[in-house]
T-cell receptor
Framework: GAGVSQTPSNKVTEKGKYVELRCDPI?????LYWYRQSLGQGPEFLIY????????DSGLPNDRFFAVRPEGSVSTLKIQRTERGDSAVYLC???????????????FGPGTRLTVL | AQKITQTQPGMFVQEKEAVTLDCTYD???????LFWYKQPSSGEMIFLIY??????QNATEGRYSLNFQKARKSANLVISASQLGDSAMYFC????????????FGQGTRLTINP
C-alpha cells in the first residue's frame, strides 16, 4: 500500500512568512508524529497525535509552531513568522499503535525541506 | 529522559564484509523499544529492525541483526555481507512502549561501502 506522503517536498520562504507543511499518513494508522531534522543531526520530536488530538506537543520549540489533525488522518504543521533557524527537514511518521507489549514501528515520509531566507 | 549515543561518526567497509554499528542507550523505563533506521542520500528514513526490551532473542531481518545486550545498554546493528547500496546514514533510536511513543534518535553513523 501507499506509504506516508508529505507535501511540498521543498519549501523556500522569506523570514517572517507563514508556512504550512502537510502529512498524509498510511491508511489506518492512528498515531502520527512530526519530527525536525537539522543538517547533520538525528531527527527531533515535535508533536504526537493519537487520532485527532495532540497527545504530546512537548517538542514544539515555541508558540510559532502549531499542528492540527482535524479528521484523524491528514495533519498540517503550521509555522508562523518563520525564522532562519527554522530551516530544516520536517519529517512525518505514522504507526498503527497496536495494544501490545512492544513499541510500534513508525514509518516515515520523505520529508519537507524548509529553507527560510 | 532517554538518550541514544552513537560514537562512530563514520565507518568505511569493503563490500561483502560484515559491519557493526554501535549504539548505547540510557533510560529509566522498564519497557522500551529499540530501532534502527537507514537514511540514504535521498533523505527518507527507512525502518530496518526492532528489538523490544523484553525480547529474549536478538532480532534479525534478512542481512540485519541487532546485538542486544541489556545489561550493557547496547543495541548494535550488524549488517552481514555488505553491499554498495548499504552506503547511507544509520540512526539508532528508542521509544517507550506506553503513551506517546516518541522516538529519541542518536547522532547517526555514516556508513560507506567501498567496492
Amino acid at each position: 500500500g501507499a506509504g506516508v506522503s508529505q507535501t511540498p517536498s521543498n519549501k523556500v520562504t522569506e523570514k517572517g512568512k507563514y508556512v504550512e507543511l502537510r502529512c498524509d499518513p498510511i491508511s489506518g494508522h492512528t498515531a502520527l508524529y512530526w519530527y525536525r531534522q537539522s543538517l547533520g543531526q538525528g531527527p527531533e520530536f515535535l508533536i504526537y497525535f493519537q487520532g485527532t488530538g495532540a497527545a504530546d506537543d512537548s517538542g514544539l520549540p515555541n508558540d510559532r509552531f502549531f499542528a492540527v489533525r482535524p479528521e484523524g488522518s491528514v495533519s498540517t504543521l503550521k509555522i508562523q513568522r518563520t525564522e532562519r533557524g527554522d530551516s530544516a527537514v520536517y519529517l512525518c511518521a505514522s504507526s498503527r499503535l497496536l495494544v501490545r507489549t512492544g513499541a510500534d514501528t513508525q514509518y516515515f515520509g520523505p520529508g519537507t525541506r524548509l529553507t527560510v531566507l | 529522559a532517554q538518550k541514544i549515543t552513537q560514537t562512530q561518526p563514520g565507518m568505511f567497509v569493503q563490500e561483502k564484509e560484515a559491519v557493526t554499528l554501535d549504539c548505547t542507550y540510557d533510560t529509566s523505563d522498564q519497557s522500551y523499544g529499540l530501532f534502527w533506521y537507514k537514511q540514504p542520500s535521498s533523505g527518507e528514513m527507512i525502518f530496518l529492525i526492532y528489538q523490544g526490551s523484553y525480547d529474549e532473542q536478538n532480532a534479525t531481518e534478512g542481512r540485519y541483526s541487532l546485538n542486544f545486550q541489556k545489561a550493557r545498554k547496547s543495541a548494535n546493528l550488524v549488517i552481514s555481507a555488505s553491499q554498495l547500496g548499504d552506503s547511507a546514514m544509520y540512526f539508532c533510536a528508542m521509544s517507550s512502549v506506553q503513551g506517546a511513543q516518541k522516538l529519541v534518535f542518536g547522532q547517526g553513523t555514516r556508513l560507506t561501502i567501498n567496492p
